[in-house]
């Protein structure tokens, strides 16, 4: 199990979704993924392309690593039903075609998945021979539909640079980002399944991106991404949560009790597939940092469940959820 690694330096660690060929990926390249069916993801490159243009970034992020460290996974008072933390949801769709105009159906179906994943209530919870059962956590966070938007376009992909949430780019902006998690539904293109921004970015574009391809379980949800885990995934990122294997070979997702893996997982691993890492750990494939199909993920750790909620707590980068 890895050590929690603490660093001034955080820039060099900050992580997101790669995308399937691992190759940068904008509105302007028209560069394509070259590994058709592999999870793209563009939270690392993009926050990479955010801490350059905003010098000031890496240190807001450290001093968020600085109150995770120090906070207990607790969530004390505030917007809590049950002794669970709820969030408004925002779904802003843009859409050129009926297709991408997803029904109220699959929203939902997106929303309840959320509130499955991230409360240990999915059916593949429970998957036999899990070998890291005894660390599986119940997040304990609802989300709640506030509202959805809808808006036509001419656009046939959007990119990663944001212009989705720009209404002076043709795009909806956030509605109440610093108190609502936004969501974008639109096509992407590129072969990236969705991104993120994590906590500490501007309020101006927070929240996240999902190509409508892959979101929900329904209308046009696409195998092998159908099951919803695109969201919980982006979400995760959202909510301060790094690439399990850290966006390095072998590196450190700065969570104390996922094991060292030397890259990203594709597909459904085999049970029992190790790491290469120094002492050849058994993989958290199952995990829903990796890069496995929707399939192949079921569970947060107990120690990425307090990652998650330190952000909430008084002082934390998203305290106005609460």
């Known amino acids: 199990m890895k050590k929690l690694l603490m660093t001034l330096a955080v820039a060099s660690l900050l992580i997101s979704c790669n995308k399937e060929d691992s190759t940068s990926v904008n509105e302007s390249s028209n560069q394509t993924a070259s590994l058709a069916g592999h999870r793209g993801c563009y939270s690392h490159e993009h926050l990479e392309e955010q801490l350059k243009a905003d010098p000031t970034l890496a240190q807001r992020m450290n001093d968020i690593e600085v109150h995770t460290a120090k906070t207990a996974a607790a969530i004390e008072t505030g917007r809590i039903v049950n002794g669970v933390l709820e969030i408004p949801v925002v779904v802003n769709v843009l859409y050129r075609t009926t297709a991408e105009n997803i029904s109220q159906a699959q929203i939902q179906s997106q929303i309840d998945v959320l509130n499955k994943d991230f409360n240990a209530q999915n059916s593949d919870y429970n998957t036999a021979n899990n070998p890291y059962s005894s660390v599986r956590a119940n997040v304990g966070i609802r989300f709640v539909l506030d509202a959805v938007y809808r808006k036509s376009t001419t656009k046939t992909s959007w990119g990663t ?68 885990r695109t969201a919980t995934h982006e979400v995760g990122h959202w909510m301060n949560l790094r690439h399990i294997w850290g966006d390095a070979t072998c590196g450190s997702d700065l969570v104390s009790d996922t094991p060292v893996h030397n890259a990203a997982n594709y597909g459904v691993p085999a049970v029992g597939h190790r790491s290469t890492c120094t002492g050849t750990p058994l993989e958290m494939y199952m995990n829903y940092m990796d890069y496995t199909d929707d399939r192949g993920m079921y569970m947060f750790s107990n120690g990425q469940k307090s990652r998650m909620l330190a952000i909430f707590q008084v002082g934390g980068s998203r305290a106005s959820f609460r």
Request: glycine letters at 18%.
């Open 161 to 228: 640079n944001d212009a989705m949430k720009k209404s002076t780019q043709g795009g909806l902006n956030p509605t109440s980002p610093t108190t609502k998690l936004n969501l974008w539904v639109c096509t992407i293109g590129g072969g990236i399944l969705g991104y993120a921004q994590f906590p500490g970015g501007s309020s101006a574009t927070d929240g996240v991106v999902i190509d409508s391809k892959y979101f929900g379980t329904t209308g046009t949800a696409t195998y092998p991404f159908n099951l919803g």
